[in-house]
């Protein structure tokens, strides 16, 4: 391995492959989101940008049912999940086991 390194043979072997690789970009045998394929025009993405306004209704109605569920739980429960949940994060457990 060092003397492929002092000889350059690594180097020259990682400028092939990148070399490769953006011809496969340039020509479209590899696609790259946003780069090649599916690009769009800064001029037009702002004409397409709509920002959705929410109800301040539903606003209200979604405080009310978290108000709602907060009021109906065990909040010694809820501590003793938490301590459980701080606890294995401490012990660098699992968070999300497998089923």
Do not use: T, Y
């Not at 072997?13 to 599916?38: C, D, H, P, W």
């Not at 978290?66 to 501590?79: E, I, Y």
């Amino acid at each position: 391995m060092v003397s492929l390194i002092e000889s350059g043979e690594i180097q020259r072997q990682l400028a092939r492959q990148a070399m490769e690789e953006e011809m496969k970009i340039q020509k479209g045998e590899r696609v790259l989101v946003g780069v090649n394929r599916f690009v769009v025009d800064e001029e037009d993405q702002e004409d397409e940008l709509v920002f959705h306004e929410p109800d301040p209704l539903m606003r209200e109605h979604q405080l009310q049912r978290l108000g709602d569920v907060k009021r109906k739980r065990d909040s010694g429960q809820v501590a003793r999940a938490l301590d459980r949940l701080a606890g294995a994060i401490r012990r660098n457990e699992n968070l999300m086991p497998r089923s």
